[in-house]
């Protein structure tokens, strides 16, 4: 494993988290709080976020308990190697699919409204190999780039201020969560909006106290909850809900306001931005699939670690062809994602807890 | 780093020489910026495309294409069998539909457009008074070519309030909202020049009604409020002398008040518009305090009373196009709305208009 010297900032911690939960979901977020919640449904986003605190509050108990130890190095010392090691592969795979689902759904999306023939793995290969060249670098330069590409993006949200002429509150009813869908799978969706704060979880060795890891990250979460929820009041107030039912992408409908005299859809380029806050997104979880092969082969050098983890990703992404199959698969993923935010704090406080009785004991 | 250069190197060629395929290039392409539905008797489709064209060798300024198909993609794909260029729909600015297909329902037919992404969601609609594709074909000497021509008008007159700006975003909002209808701006052939005729009123996507372009601005005080606009106002009554005030830079606000009692709807409309009065032909001395508070009270009788029909014609037609619909919805709750049938009610339902309009100058001369 790569010893950083220099330790993780809070504001880069911070950026990071809304640079790694900002992934292909926010140009569909609003599209599924319409579908599953019907009126109002852009609450969805603030009720879900609530819950996410819950979480964070339980990761913030085990790096309380932890004393920036690594989640590794407390597994490993009450639950024996040849049971972890299959979990760590597991985890593995689940993180580098995760990142590299992204991906391809980012490219397919993005083919729609260029290059429609050209085969997608091209484009994937392409940002796959950014992305190896980012991973390499190790966290603390990752945090360092995405503070980069946060500021690239982040004004593209002040875009809706060009839209307020046609936003029109009453558009957006005086009903709660009527005329919607199936509410439960509608909350995973909007869940999977938020993930990637749990990686938080693998950040304890490369923080110290200065950090303030647990508020870095919940502010950052606070900020895509912000943009969550403006980005929602827009959508309804200018499409209305049934509308929003239709439309499968609305934020990249709404960037449609960015107009010049002389072109039409120039707001296609603007998705190329879009890129950035994709390839941190994806750069993260291969990371942290990286960390955890690390413990499996630890005598391997981290550069084959993440070659083979993008190698294999990519192969398996070849197999879901259609941009519904990848929004399937990525949808049983984040759900498997989500249980794993929740079990695997639960897990390590038990085991902190244990750890800390028999030191009592023994003390 | 040498390696990491050569890493992006080969990423940036990988990517460059597998997009051959799609790519293209700029003069062999044709960019439809107007084109026209019209519905003929035997049900299949009229359609026309207008292409600006970018060779400077080529004499015309435009190329019009005109085909006949069963559904509008397959209507593509015979025209560009007609033309040496690609064909695409991404810089496509107005599509217009001609009455006959307005009469009969021109969802099924916007359905594609909306579709395909990479058509612009501000794609703006009218509707044609007569044959779309006849408009569209035809060159107006004095004007720019025809496509731009519309787009420019259609512009300029929306800025003015004249007509709504609608796009295909907000025609299909307003059709999949159950508290409004929608609506579109109506262009008609005058032989030498494109006139605005009025505003289209549709009931779910099919054309019932119109509203005359001489009444288009009092549509725009009961929809909603703005700045920018003038208005000539005709205050003879029969058997007078002709007066007129022409208003300008308007600026108008609209509240609307829902009261709900024993199942009974009530919508009360307060407009309030300020403006300039540039021109007065009649007896009244604008300069004069008293006078102009007297023809601010006429004037706002006036329009009241036009407002007053305008709400009549809409019942008449069962069409809530200015979504009187939206705010009863969000004052009687969703069990009340859910069990009304709001275009079966909204005739029945008392709308009561208070126009007042205050007149903040009156010119540069007493």
Redesign the interface.
């Given at each position: 494993m790569t010893k950083l010297k220099e330790k993780l900032s809070f504001f880069h911690v911070m950026i990071l988290t809304y640079m790694i939960q900002t992934g292909v979901v926010v140009f569909s977020i609003t599209h599924l709080e319409a579908l599953h919640f019907g009126t109002n449904g852009w609450l969805m986003a603030l009720f879900t976020s609530l819950v996410v605190l819950v979480n964070l509050m339980l990761i913030a108990i085990v790096h309380r308990m932890s004393n920036g130890r690594s989640i590794f190095e407390i597994l490993e010392k009450s639950i024996p190697k040849f049971i972890l090691f299959p979990i760590y592969l597991g985890l593995a795979a689940l993180w580098s699919m995760i990142g590299c689902l992204v991906a391809k759904e980012y490219v397919l999306i993005f083919q729609m409204y260029a290059f429609p023939t050209t085969s997608p793995m091209v484009f994937k290969v392409a940002i796959d190999i950014l992305a190896f060249l980012l991973v390499i670098k190790g966290v603390y330069n990752i945090s360092k780039a995405s503070t980069v590409f946060f500021f690239s993006t982040i004004w593209m949200n002040l875009l809706v201020f060009k839209a307020l002429d046609d936003i029109k509150l009453e558009r957006l009813t005086t009903f709660l969560f009527k005329e919607g869908g199936d509410m439960f799978t509608g909350f995973l969706n909007i869940y999977i909006a938020y993930i990637g704060y749990e990686l938080s979880l693998l950040l304890f060795p490369y923080v110290n106290k200065k950090t303030k890891l647990m508020k870095a990250v919940m502010y950052g979460h606070l900020i895509r909850t912000f943009f969550y929820l403006m980005l929602g009041i827009v959508s309804y107030g200018i499409a209305g809900h049934n509308l929003l039912k239709k439309m499968l992408f609305p934020l990249l409908d709404l960037l449609a306001y960015i107009k010049l005299p002389f072109i039409e859809r120039v707001e296609n380029l603007f998705y190329g931005f879009f890129l950035f806050t994709t390839l941190i997104t994806l750069v993260m979880y291969y990371w942290a699939a990286g960390e955890s092969t690390l413990r499996i082969f630890p005598k391997l050098k981290s550069s084959v670690h993440y070659f083979v983890i993008i190698l294999c990703s990519l192969i398996v992404s070849t197999v879901p062809v259609a941009l519904d199959q990848v929004l399937r698969v990525l949808y049983l993923l984040g759900c498997a994602q989500i249980v794993i935010a929740f079990l695997l704090p639960v897990i390590l406080i038990l085991l902190l807890l244990i750890q800390r009785r028999k030191v009592v004991k023994h003390g | 780093m040498k390696k990491?250069i050569l890493?992006?190197i080969?990423?940036?060629s990988?990517?460059a020489s597998?997009?051959a395929?799609?790519s293209r290039i700029l003069e062999d392409l044709g960019m439809v910026q107007t084109t026209s539905y019209d519905l003929l008797p035997d049900g299949m489709l009229s359609i026309t495309a207008s292409i600006p064209m970018a060779d400077p060798e080529a004499s015309a300024k435009r190329e019009v294409l005109t085909v006949v198909a069963e559904n509008t993609k397959n209507g593509r794909i015979k025209m560009s069998r007609e033309t040496q260029l690609i064909l695409v729909s991404?810089?496509?600015?107005n599509a217009l539909y001609g009455l006959s297909m307005a009469k009969k329902g021109i969802y099924r037919y916007m359905d594609t457009l909306?579709r395909d992404?990479?058509?612009?969601?501000?794609l703006k609609i009218s509707i044609v008074e007569g044959n779309a594709g006849e408009l569209l074909r035809k060159d107006y000497d004095q004007h720019p070519r025809t496509g731009k021509y519309i787009d420019h008008l259609l512009e300029k007159e929306s800025s003015w309030q004249t007509i709504p700006r609608v796009t295909i975003?907000?025609f299909?909002?307003d059709l999949?909202?159950?508290?409004i209808d929608p609506i579109t701006p109506i262009i008609k052939d005058m032989g030498n020049s494109i006139k605005i005729n009025g505003i289209a009123l549709f009931q779910d996507d099919r054309y019932v009604a119109k509203i005359p372009a001489d009444d288009t601005m009092i549509f725009a005080f009961l929809k909603g409020s703005f700045k920018e606009g003038e208005i000539n106002v005709d205050l003879s009554e029969n058997g007078d002398k002709k007066e007129y005030a022409m208003l300008s830079s308007l600026v108008s606000g609209r509240k609307l008040k829902v009261s709900y009692h024993n199942q009974q709807i009530k919508v009360r409309c307060e407009i309030k518009i300020m403006c300039s009065i540039l021109e007065f032909l009649g007896d009244l001395e604008i300069s004069n305090e008293q006078d102009r508070n007297k023809l601010e009270r006429r004037i706002s009788d006036k329009l009241t009373r036009k407002a007053d029909s305008m709400i009549a014609l809409l019942k008449q037609h069962k069409v809530d196009s200015l979504?009187l619909g939206?705010?009863v919805?969000?004052?009687i709750?969703?069990a009340n709305w859910k069990k009304m049938n709001w275009r079966e009610e909204f005739p029945h339902v008392e709308v009561e208009n208070k126009i007042k309009v205050v007149i903040k100058d009156f010119g540069e001369v007493r």
């Open positions: - | 990491a890493c992006v080969l990423c940036f990988l990517t597998g997009c395929a799609d991404g810089q496509i600015r909306i992404p990479s058509i612009s969601p501000e975003l907000s299909l909002r999949f909202d159950d508290g979504g939206s705010a919805r969000n004052k709750g969703y």
